[in-house]
């Protein structure tokens, strides 16, 4: 039976001194959207209700499988997938303000062997926007991604070191822009960016993992980025939600454009249980992934996929 359930700033720019002023411009966008919800509160309570949209989804996708003496072969295991996403958007006149989480964490373990992390992701969206026109606004934009738990290359031994963890990496973008929004879909344009990469392990600090320099822990890039949502009911019961992001470095090979690209298929079978498809495709330039038949390190697409059937909650 089967229950389903991302101190060096842009210094490799030439002007120095309109590095430190963006730097400036983005701390104050920062502090803006932290700022946003007080003042909201401020304003009387059941006013403010009224202008927002709230909502979500929680599913949990287990499986197991146990073996005693079977003469086929195989091994007892189970797994379990956990996926949890949630939106609160504010609007009122000319003012827009989109919030979105998306988690997700799974295992796997087998018989006789170590509980395997199977995906792991925090994934948290911001995006303060005011009327330009006809579907427009001129929008600020926070994102923050990392993951919950330790990760490590599979089998593991004895001794072996994590090669990622929280905060290791974690990828901070803000960005000023333009915002076109509809309904079933919001396309997002900035060309002054700030992507800010995090990596609070020594280890992998040292080793200059996810793009850092060795022995340092903060990484700032400078460019432009495109993104893209859609959230549309294809037919009855079937839910198709895609995020795709799109970065490019001004400074640093602003040809080789860092991918982020989710993809969330939902097939409502009843009130309680649905099926889920999970997709996502990433190609960052800075992440270095060595290749076990060539013992080289270089960029390379990394590709994500599960399927489950199970218990969903929404709300």
Known sequence: M???FVKKYWLKGKNFGSNLKMLYVM????????LFPFMLQAQNQADTIKYWKKGGIFTANFSQVSLTNWAAGGKSSMSGVFLFNTFANYKKDSLAWDNSVDLTYGFLKEDGADL???SDKIDFNSKLGYGA???WYYSALFNFKSQFTPG???PRTTGDQPISKFLAPAYITIGLGMDYKRDLFSMYLSPATGKFTIVNDDELSAAGEFGVDPGKKFRSEFGGLAKFTVNKEVVKNVTFQSKLDLFSNYFHNPQNIDVDWSVLLNLKVNE??????????????DVKILDP???????RVQ???????GLTAKF
């Open 133 to 135: 026109g006809k579907h």
């Open 152 to 154: 490590y290359n599979y």
């Open 27 to 34: 701390k104050k966008i920062l502090f803006i959207i932290i």
């Open 116 to 118: 395997t992390k199977s």
């Open 272 to 285: 309680y249980l649905s099926a889920n498809l999970v997709t996502q495709l990433i190609y960052d330039d």
């Open 2 to 4: 089967q229950l389903i």
């Open 303 to 309: 590709f994500m996929e599960m399927f489950g059937v």
């Open 293 to 299: 038949d060539t013992n080289t390190s270089a960029p």
